[in-house]
């Protein structure tokens, strides 16, 4: 059993309404440190609003979110301070198209860190050569492919050195035979012990590389457990049908 202050991320209650809408109806979970927790279900479970709630892209209605042990939700929380230690790679990328590959994944460090520039140049380099684009520093996100642009946007991520990575339907975006370049990426950084929390209908990558696997539905967690489990038997009928359609 993972020890509890081993917990990065505490979730108790969380609900969030877009006027009338309630998409999160109450939400609990703790998220543990080097765990990869796949988060599936269908489109309009409440999914990506659960994971914006975790970096406060979207402010919760009610509930809490604790950050080892401390809301993310007090004023005295310093909110950007909190983001930089909670990286997010989007489904479309989020790159500047004005500036090359190399100051895409520089411009945070040097903005936001105020880290030495001639380091985070060469910590960039680094991490790009990592995601296999050592040769496209110079390059534009115009001239990537969508596979390429979204490695480039997790090694701009990494630049930030997150503690944890939330990834919202990091592969969906892209043809077919770019999933497998960036869900390689994504194993190895699990591989190396990063904290991910991920949104995605891969199911082969959630039974291969997740912890845990979180089937969403209606606002709330419906199941969760060992992905190898619940993706071969799962419990709950909403759980079956879902997982029906997409093995």
Do not use: W
């Not at 895409?104 to 520039?117: C, S």
């Not at 591989?191 to 991910?196: A, E, P, S, V, Y």
């Not at 993706?231 to 909403?238: F, M």
């Amino acid at each position: 059993m993972t020890d509890e202050k081993d917990v990065v991320i505490q979730v108790k209650g969380l609900k969030k309404h877009f006027g009338n809408l309630e998409v999160l109806k109450g939400v609990d979970i703790d998220i543990h440190k080097g765990e990869v927790v796949v988060v599936i279900g269908p489109s309009g479970s409440g999914k990506s609003t659960f994971l914006r709630c975790l970096n406060l892209l979207e402010t919760p209605t009610d509930g809490d979110i604790l950050y080892h042990g401390q809301s993310i939700l007090d004023k005295s929380m310093k909110i950007d301070k909190y983001r930089e230690k909670i990286g997010m790679v989007f489904q479309l990328f989020n790159l500047f198209e004005n500036l090359s590959v190399l100051k895409n994944v520089t411009i945070g460090p040097l903005k936001v860190l105020k880290a030495d520039p001639a380091a985070t140049e060469q910590k960039a380099r680094e991490l790009l050569k990592r995601v296999g684009l050592e040769s496209k520093v110079d390059a534009y996100p115009s001239q990537l492919s969508g596979g390429q642009k979204q490695r480039v946007a997790i090694a701009r991520t990494l630049a930030m050195d997150p503690e944890v990575i939330l990834f919202d339907e990091a592969t969906s975006a892209l043809d077919p035979e770019m999933v497998g370049e960036v869900l390689q990426i994504m194993r190895q950084l699990a591989k190396d012990g990063m904290t991910m929390v991920v949104v995605t209908h891969e199911m082969g990558f959630a039974r291969e590389v997740g912890d845990r696997v979180v089937f969403m539905d209606g606002g709330y967690i419906v199941e969760e457990g060992n992905p190898r489990d619940v993706i071969k038997n799962p419990q709950h009928q909403r759980t079956k049908d879902f997982l029906s359609k997409m093995l």
